[in-house]
């Protein structure tokens, strides 16, 4: 296969958009290459034209397109200090204050590691009934694979460390089973869940959302995009929202006056400032 160039790059850009209306072209090129690299060596397309042909051919192949494309979360209970934050300082009085259910956005849902986190740190805070958690994603394979629950058995290791760290209150092992090749998580604490397809625009987005999950997004963004997607975040939260990024995406205008301040620096959460 040969490696892709700037030049082959743009012209995919140029046909996802033309196309599709969906431009990739703020996306961090050098991440954006590799999986677009990836993608083709997974579905023997050997070339750039082979792969503008495959992209045009319908949506079947584009929705497999934007499942490759698309980042999944490395593991479960990733970064356990925040889950331990959200089960200590945050949920239980949050979610009381909360006049009707407590509206919880989870964009970019790939793979499912953030998403059955969450269901878990509720389900044994005995509050996944008093919330309202929508996840969202760009591909319908995605939802099929979450929905699924199945999941890979090296994550599945690291999770299990990380449910530790965590100081969760069961065993790991009641949320999952084995088989021969996979880890199949249990699904139905994804019964209350609403999932919705989105385009990499953020249309269809929930409105007055209490809390928004969003980790490790915005690196695969350039600066122009990551400030576009912040004002979306910023607008879709309710009074007094919260916004939780990455260890590595600090808000470089948080605690300025402008959009967020700061409620944990430590773990990346940050509250929607009033104006006054």
């Known amino acids: ?16 958009n033309d196309t599709y209306g969906y431009d990739f072209s703020q996306f961090a090129m050098t991440s ?18 082979n792969l503008i042909n495959k ?14 494309v698309s980042v999944p979360s490395t593991e479960m209970f990733r970064d356990p200090s925040l889950w331990r934050w959200l089960r200590e300082e945050f949920f239980q009085e949050a979610v009381a204050k909360s006049l009707s259910k407590f509206r919880i956005w989870v964009p ?3 793979s ?19 919330v309202e958690i929508i996840a969202t994603t760009i591909s319908n394979k995605s939802i099929e694979y979450i ?12 999770s299990i460390e990380n449910y530790k760290r965590f100081h969760g209150h069961s065993d790991f092992s009641d949320y999952y089973k084995l088989d021969r090749y996979y880890a199949f998580r249990d699904t139905s604490y994804l019964d209350s869940v609403e999932f919705r397809k989105q385009k990499i625009n953020f249309d269809n987005s929930p409105q007055n959302v209490r809390l928004i999950l969003f980790r490790n997004n915005l690196i695969y963004f350039n600066p122009t995009l990551q400030e576009k997607v912040l004002q979306h975040m910023f607008d879709c939260l309710s009074a007094n ?4 990024t990455g ?8 605690g300025t006056g402008k959009d967020f301040e700061v409620v944990n620096e430590a773990e990346c959460v940050y509250k929607k400032r009033i104006a006054v």
């Open 241 to 244: 929202g919260y916004l939780i």
């Open 55 to 68: 992209i045009k051919s319908g949506d079947e192949f584009f929705d497999l397109f934007l499942y490759e």
């Open 1 to 16: 296969m040969t490696e892709l160039g700037v030049v082959d790059i743009r012209e995919i850009y140029r046909t996802i």
């Open 32 to 49: 954006f290459k590799q999986r677009l690299e990836r993608l083709m060596i997974r579905n023997n397309i050997s070339n750039t034209e």
């Open 112 to 130: 499912g590691g953030e998403l059955y986190s969450l269901v878990i740190v509720l389900h044994e805070m005995d509050l996944l009934e008093k």
């Open 108 to 110: 970019n849902c790939v």
């Open 247 to 254: 260890i590595r995406e600090q808000i470089r205008n948080a």
């Open 147 to 158: 929905k699924e629950g199945r999941y890979d058995l090296k994550k599945l290791e690291v």
